[in-house]
């Protein structure tokens, strides 16, 4: 259950939180700043259980029982809106209309159509706020300072400065942070291993050859693993009731959505895939200056890779992070990203075993 899982992990933001129901003192918009997205997500279910459970317990907790909290949780609640980035560069933009969908304008209009719930609560929910552009910020602020009757706003965002003062100022801020990333992506694991592989065995060229294609392996798959995600998504919609007799404009619009969305989870991925490769040699480095294998943020991705850590070299684990960072700059400009990934392994592998 949410509720606990929570209770355990944020105690005092989460009492909080059910004195301010108990009080009926809960703000009208928060502001969600955590590092790790799913812990987002499923915080801001939480936080619109607490806010509209009809059957609230004594405390402010949420009974989590009733027909409105399974809904909610189930993300099947009539008036729970949902905004995220879904364009090919993962922005949210303002829209040209509110039937332009995916956009602020959109997302606003549901909030003035009429309730169709028995509470007559709406629930919004942006994710990745931070991915609003300026002028979709400036036009979702009125909405932000004059929501309509019954409207509950969630921003969830890991950047939250990309967001402007004046949308941070008319929320309430809640703090989720464990200073920590989560690389659940398909192949993170596999991906470790071969930079467990490259920077402690590879002691030769062929060897860095090998690990450098299983880099690039689990690369190409990123695309193939989003697409996949996002058709099981789709498929799911398509079988929706409002989705049925489409007209065949209205089908290509829906496609080219889904095409888009597929690309915003790939860049997604991708992201999470870069940042794995600089985790992972930054923390070596990090382990190889003294840092307890306790005290840095991923210690699980050490767990299963037997690493000498007394014997790690400082200067050799710098060189390997000096690498990464090369690699992940030089990804900024037109470049083949197969060949790049290549010359990092190589010159990764080459820093690792102690060669100049």
């Known amino acids: ?11 005092a933001i989460v009492n909080a939180l059910k004195n301010a129901r108990k009080a009926k003192r809960l703000a009208h918009a928060y502001l969600l700043h955590g590092d790790n997205p799913q812990q987002r997500k499923d915080f801001s279910l939480l936080l619109a259980q607490i806010a509209i459970c009809p059957q609230p317990q004594p405390n402010g907790s949420p009974c989590g ?26 922005i949210i933009p303002v829209g040209d209309n509110e039937r332009e969908p995916d956009t602020v304008r959109w997302f606003e209009s549901l909030f003035y159509l009429t309730s169709v719930t028995e509470a007559g609560k709406k629930i919004g929910i942006i994710y990745d706020a931070d991915r609003m552009k300026t002028e979709a910020q400036n036009a979702f602020l009125k909405t932000l300072e004059e929501p309509p009757p019954n409207t509950f706003l969630i921003l969830a965002t890991g950047n939250p400065s990309e967001l402007l003062p004046t949308i941070r100022s008319r929320c309430q801020s809640i703090l989720l942070l464990e200073n920590r990333c989560e690389y659940d992506f398909n192949g993170a694991s596999e991906l470790f291993d071969a930079l467990f592989e490259l920077q402690f065995e590879s002691d030769n060229l062929v060897k860095a050859e090998n690990c450098a294609q299983k880099v690039i392996g689990i690369s190409n798959a990123l695309f193939t693993d989003s697409e996949e995600k996002i058709e099981a998504e789709w498929k799911k919609k398509a079988k929706s009731p409002e989705n049925e007799d489409l007209s065949a404009s209205e089908k290509k619009q829906i496609e080219e959505r889904k095409k888009a969305a597929i690309e915003a989870e790939y860049r997604r991925n991708r992201a999470y895939f870069l940042s794995a490769v600089h985790s992972w040699f930054a923390q070596v480095y990090m382990l190889s200056c ?17 690493i000498d850590i007394k014997n790690l070299n400082e200067k050799d684990t710098f060189k390997s992070l000096s690498a990464a960072e090369e690699f992940l700059q030089n990804l900024n400009w037109n470049v083949n990203e197969e060949l790049t990934m290549r010359c990092f392994c190589l010159n990764a592998a080459k820093f690792s075993s102690g060669e100049e």
């Open 290 to 306: 003294g840092i307890p294998l306790s005290e840095i943020p991923n210690p699980e991705i050490f767990e299963t890779r037997n």
């Open 1 to 11: 259950m949410l509720l606990d899982r929570f209770e355990k992990q944020f105690p």
């Open 65 to 90: 029982k009733c027909k409105t909290c399974a809904q909610i949780i189930s993300e099947n609640y009539p008036e729970l809106y949902t905004l995220s980035p879904s364009s090919k560069s993962r």
